[in-house]
């Protein structure tokens, strides 16, 4: 099983970024998916996920109208499109797949994880 994500990068305030997931070794279109991140000396917190077909998408409040995910089952692959980014979306952004229905937000029932990609918003 692998999550590899890309498309970090610095990025100044207000500017745009987007992020990729490819994922293998498990099928893709069997779970949801999501993306979380991590500021440094921060828990890791929910961004957004999409469910298995896409018909379902949730987001955090701090991204909402900002932040859009998508998925593509045929390319195994999901994305997040990052707008009108802040300072304090500077993080790791790690996307994970989880296997339930259930719209979870927290890390805890996500069966895996990518290793991250680095997110700096700075002028």
């Known amino acids: 099983v692998q999550l590899v994500e890309s498309g970090g990068g610095l990025v100044q305030p207000g500017g745009s970024l987007r992020l990729s997931c490819a994922a293998s070794?498990?099928?893709?279109?069997?779970?949801?998916m999501a993306w979380f991140r991590q500021a440094p000396g921060k828990e890791r917190e929910f961004v957004a996920r999409i469910s298995r077909s896409g018909s379902i998408i949730l987001y955090a409040d701090s991204v909402k109208g900002r932040f859009t995910i998508s998925r593509d089952n045929a390319k195994n692959t999901v994305w997040l499109q990052m707008n009108s980014l802040k300072p304090e979306d500077t993080a790791v952004y790690y996307c994970a797949a989880d296997q339930s229905t259930v719209p979870h937000r927290t890390t805890a029932p996500y069966n895996y994880w990518g290793q991250g990609t680095q997110v700096i918003v700075s002028s």
């Open positions: 070794g498990f099928t893709f279109s069997s779970y949801a």
